[in-house]
């Protein structure tokens, strides 16, 4: 229903910027959040950021100052603003989108996450 695919990674110095993009397709009329997640090697996924489709945003502590995340309000293409990078921002980081949708009435609403290839942040000098 939903295709996503990152975009913006690759290797930069610390302290340096980086500008993930996000880009949705399919039933993006059913997004109701997005986010961005990462995963360094030998460690499980952490979530980073999310906003919801009303533009709710929230970003974890560790990233706050340094990260924005932006966008998602059509439910289309998420963004993830990183300034002043760290080696230890390095990790692959993936996109997610969860979608609502109720068949009828009195029917419970039908939730599904999708999730993106992943794209490599690599900070190093």
């Known amino acids: 229903q939903v295709q996503l695919v990152e975009s913006g990674g690759g290797l930069v110095q610390p302290g340096g910027s980086l500008r993930l993009s996000c880009a949705a397709s399919?039933?993006?009329?059913?997004?109701?959040?997005m986010g961005w997640y990462h995963q360094a090697p030998g460690k499980e996924r952490e979530l980073v950021a999310t906003?919801?489709?009303?533009?709710?945003?929230h970003i974890i502590d560790s990233k706050k100052g340094r990260f924005t995340i932006s966008g998602g309000n059509a439910g289309n293409t998420v963004y993830l603003q990183m300034n002043s990078l760290k080696a230890e921002d390095t990790a692959v980081y993936l996109c997610?989108?969860?979608?609502?949708?109720?068949?009828?009435?009195?029917?419970?609403?039908?939730?599904?996450?999708?999730w993106g290839q992943g794209t490599q942040v690599t900070v190093s000098p």
């Open positions: 997610n989108a969860k979608t609502r949708f109720v068949p009828c009435i009195e029917c419970q609403p039908i939730v599904r996450e999708y």
């Open positions: 906003i919801s489709s009303s533009g709710v945003s």
């Open positions: 399919g039933r993006t009329s059913r997004i109701t959040d």
